[in-house]
């Protein structure tokens, strides 16, 4: 690996304007693994203006849409065929499992491919005004589209994001996050071995409070979206609002589980495991809440608790099921709301402490006699922590898991299909995931309700987010 990522601006490799650089450490170690060029406003200004002169020249938006399409599904190709070296960088550089990463590598450049292909299929339409009159409304792109992108899933973000943002013709900027950039410098890389017009994608690193905020309010660009927290996620639509220009934004999650008493707890369990202990539980979409039928429950806890003490810990480099956690103030965070729910009365059946290892590992947790109104129960949490919190009747279960701020993800396990539809008709979240946690792919609308945010990633409702309309209406003579 190099020990220095520079920052991909107009199709150039710069070091940032400043002379800076950020140290990235290794999670799994705590030790320094790289440095990359710190972006500052004024490389913000430089992407924007590369991205701003793509945009007047024509020379993304002015390919048929197919040939812009095969840059994607060729960046694609470049990067699963860079996918041994890619993924070990995410591990050393993220903490998560190898095998966890390989998965995102793959998911980045399934994005791309996917929204390569969808390039052509984005049509206007012609619209009968009477006789004498022609009008037509044509899909227009936004121009530069900003993203800014969190740490949990750099490679994964950034291809949803930049997929159908280039698919429909816009220039890109990618601010990636300070505690794993190394990545997403690879998806620059791919831009630049494909030949992608330059300024199409410029990739920049810098600290949220300068590069990321001087990006979110520059005034030539034309569209954000923003995956994060909710506190900085109204800064950034603050930001928006005073521009008047259109946001995705990805926020956090606190998602339920409602498990029916004719469940599979077979299928339950080994959902579980995936659905909390994925990237150490630092996951939007986890399942960071099980509401349990009260008669179950010492069955279930039993058998999470079982699973949970199966799963090694340790860097994931050395193939263990969980990996770190991204920081020391991560995993700082994560024991603090396990300390709280513990003074909240909360019982901890397994886990609730860090690794006794240089790195940041947290064990697999399960906590029971939790309350939905209680802190560890409303907060985002983001680390392997699981609340099990339990019902006595299905209409209790429902509004225990509706009771939360977001609204991101919710999920039913159980084999009536009434139950379920029932329920899943009524949970507020953005998507239900029944009896497989994770479910739909890159093919399904993606997004929240509530403080979890708004507008849609993946699949075809994916496209919509970058582009406005045009009617043009003409008098024949
Ligand atoms: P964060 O809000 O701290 O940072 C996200 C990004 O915003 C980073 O690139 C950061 O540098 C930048 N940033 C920070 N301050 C900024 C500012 N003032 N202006 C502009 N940009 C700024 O979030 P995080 O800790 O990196 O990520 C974790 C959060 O992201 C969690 O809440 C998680 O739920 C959420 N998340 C949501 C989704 C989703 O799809 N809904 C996916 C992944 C993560």
Redesign the pocket.
């Known amino acids: 690996m190099s020990a220095y990522y520079q920052n991909f601006i107009g199709g150039h490799w710069r070091d940032g304007a400043g002379g800076e650089r950020i140290a990235v450490e290794n999670p799994a170690t705590g030790e320094q693994l790289a440095e990359v060029a710190r972006a500052t406003p004024a490389d913000v200004d430089a992407a924007v203006g590369a991205a701003r002169r793509c945009v007047e020249d024509r020379s993304l938006v002015g390919l048929k849409p197919a040939d812009r399409g095969r840059y994607l599904v060729d960046m694609g190709r470049w990067i699963v065929d860079h996918r041994g070296e890619i993924a070990e960088l995410l591990t050393l550089d993220s903490g998560k499992t190898l095998q966890e990463s390989g998965w995102e590598v793959d998911g980045c450049a399934g994005y791309l491919e996917y929204y390569g292909g969808l390039a052509p299929m984005v049509e206007g339409s012609y619209i009968p005004v009477g006789d004498g009159i022609v009008d037509y409304a044509i899909p227009v792109p936004y121009g530069v589209s900003a993203h ?6 750099p490679l994964d ?1 950034v291809g949803r994001g930049i997929g159908p943002a280039i698919a429909t013709g816009n220039a890109v900027v990618v ?5 794993d950039p190394i990545t997403v410098t690879y998806v620059a890389r791919a831009a630049e071995e494909v030949g992608l017009p330059p300024g199409a994608l410029n990739v920049i690193a ?4 300068d ?3 001087a ?2 309010k520059h005034p030539d660009v034309g569209q954000i979206t ?8 109204q ?2 639509l603050h ?1 928006a609002a005073d521009a008047v220009i259109p946001t995705v934004v ?4 606190k998602s339920a589980a409602i498990v029916l008493p004719d469940a599979d707890l077979d299928v339950l369990t080994e959902q579980t495991r995936w659905g909390i202990y994925s990237n150490a539980g ?4 986890a399942m960071s809440r099980l509401v349990v039928p009260h008669d179950l429950r010492d069955e279930i806890v039993d058998r999470v608790v079982a699973r949970s003490e199966e799963l090694t810990v340790g860097p994931g480099i050395d193939s263990n099921d969980m990996g770190s956690l991204i920081s020391a103030q991560q995993l700082e965070r994560v024991d603090r709301y396990v300390r709280t729910a513990q003074e909240d009365g909360v019982t901890v059946a397994t886990g609730g402490g860090r690794l006794d290892r240089p790195g940041h590992f947290y064990q697999p947790t399960v906590l029971v006699g939790v309350e939905n109104g209680m802190t560890i129960a409303q907060e ?1 949490v ?1 680390g392997p922590v699981l609340s099990v919190i339990s019902y006595t009747h299905e209409a209790e279960a429902l509004a225990i898991a509706n009771d939360s701020q977001y609204g ?1 993800v919710s999920g039913v396990f159980g084999n009536d299909l009434d139950r379920v539809t029932y329920l899943a008709d009524r949970l507020e979240a953005g998507q239900v995931f029944v009896n497989e946690w994770f479910l739909p792919g890159r093919e399904a609308p ?3 309700f509530k403080k ?2 708004f507008g849609r ?1 993946k699949g075809l409702l994916g496209l919509r987010s970058y582009y406005h309309w045009k009617n043009v209406g003409i008098r024949r003579k």
């Open positions: 800014i992108i969190p740490w949990n899933y973000i601010k990636s996050p300070e505690l810098g600290y949220g409070h590069a990321g905020d990006l979110s923003f995956t994060g927290s909710v506190e900085t996620g800064k950034v930001a990805e926020l956090g999650g630092q996951v939007c979409s985002e983001f991101l993606f997004g929240g979890s945010g990633e």
